[in-house]
């Protein structure tokens, strides 16, 4: 199977249409032309990522988030991280692919799952696309029953399988209605109590976010970066095989299954 041909199975459901504007999504790494026979899916293109891939046979790697983000390159140091890493999927002839903001707001990526393992029902969009107002950056819905706000977060651990969440207590103390996004979306706290949310899920609040959302009235889950995103992977890998089968291609799709959280915890 050729690499333009997995590209455009993951544009079928993502497409680079709806990235943000600031976004960088697409081949990263590759020729479009080049076959293909073994993808691994992942979250971060991370030199452990690589080495696995590497290690698997693998001679592509679809991940969420781009290898080169904000910034351009300048320059290519394979002194440095980011060339080390570029030169390793070089050498090895993998191929990069990434969906980014297009798969969070897309209907089936980041948000629908994380409100389907954050046990939400009646789904609706959240933050409005600029450019296509029938999408949306994250999703609203409702849990079956009214429930304790600590006793929730509990079971966000659970669903997310994460250690640990931070919550901010802004709210009153049972919660129903409950906004979300995948990854960092501090940004729309104010939506989300004008929304009427009981409570918003999220990751990387900052201090002044949390001291928002108490002004605000409004409860806050911060459940993490990576628990946040992390299940797409499955989903992505699930929805390629499936994909793959109904071409009646022989293209093995591996999952990521080393990566962890970043942050670790540490208890007195």
Not at 162 to 174: A, E, P, Q
Not at 182 to 198: E, M, N, Q, T, V
Request: proline share 3%.
């Amino acid at each position: 199977m050729k690499c333009q041909t997995v590209m455009g199975l993951i544009e079928k459901i993502a497409p680079k249409k709806l990235a943000e504007n600031w976004d960088n999504p697409g081949l990263q790494v590759g020729n479009p032309e080049q076959q293909v026979k073994k993808i691994m899916v992942c979250l971060d293109v991370s030199l452990p990522v690589v080495q696995k891939a590497i290690e698997k046979g693998a001679d592509m790697i679809i991940s969420h988030h781009p290898v080169v983000m904000f910034k351009g390159l300048m320059s290519i140091r394979t002194d440095a991280w980011v060339g080390k890493l570029i030169q390793a999927l070089l050498t090895h002839n993998i191929a990069v692919y990434s969906a980014h903001t297009n798969l969070d707001i897309a209907q089936g990526g980041c948000n629908d799952i994380l409100a389907r393992m954050c046990g939400l029902e009646n789904i609706d969009g959240f933050v409005p696309c600029q450019d296509y107002p029938e999408e949306s950056m994250g999703r609203i819905g409702y849990l079956s029953q009214e429930i304790l706000l600590e006793d929730y977060a509990k079971n966000i651990c659970h669903s997310l399988e994460t250690d640990c969440v931070r919550i901010v207590k802004g709210g009153r103390d049972m919660v129903k209605k409950v906004a979300l996004c995948s990854g960092a979306g501090g940004d729309f706290i104010s939506k989300a109590a004008f929304c009427g949310a009981d409570v918003y899920i999220t990751g990387d609040i900052k201090y002044h976010e949390a001291q928002q959302a108490m002004r605000q009235g409004i409860n806050l889950i911060d459940a993490g970066h990576f628990a946040t995103e992390f299940p797409v992977v499955r989903a992505l890998a699930e929805y390629l095989r499936t994909e793959i089968r109904k071409l009646d291609q022989a293209v093995e799709v591996i999952e990521d299954d080393i990566s962890k959280d970043y942050f670790s915890i540490v208890l007195k």
